[in-house]
């Protein structure tokens, strides 16, 4: 959203407004799934994987993941992304269910190997 609209809805009676970004939108996905941990909005219990090369499985996962008290991570489909897997690696520290959205084509064997790996990497809480 522009600096513009942002400024018009802060602007409202009663609404504050907050920036979460990245520089994409895997790292944009996983910042917020950081702000959301931190808010105590979410927990990594349950974490969904959806592409980040069309919105429709990310539409459809953020809801369900999100009614879940879950996150959504973006990846590309033919691998997991760089910001997914440091989040993955850093800050998934109870999770018992890894959903991924869409086929193969959206999300590979490949991309869901790589979760598997970062989980494996975690550090600990």
Not at 49 to 65: K, S, Y
Not at 106 to 112: F, I, K, N, T
């Amino acid at each position: 959203m522009s600096p513009e609209v942002e400024a018009s809805v802060a602007a409202l009676p009663g609404v504050a407004t907050e920036r979460i970004q990245g520089p994409d939108r895997y790292a944009t996905a996983a910042a917020f799934g950081a702000w959301a941990l931190d808010a105590g909005r979410a927990t990594t219990a349950t974490v969904g994987v959806a592409t980040g090369l069309g919105f429709a499985d990310a539409l459809a996962g953020g809801a369900a993941i999100g009614a879940d008290g879950g996150l959504l991570l973006m990846t590309r489909p033919s691998e997991l992304s760089a910001p997914s897997a440091a989040f993955l690696e850093t800050r998934c520290d109870t999770a018992t269910r890894i959903v991924l959205f869409g086929g193969d084509v959206a999300v590979s064997g490949r991309a869901a190997w790589g979760i598997d790996e970062a989980l494996s990497r975690h550090a600990g809480p």
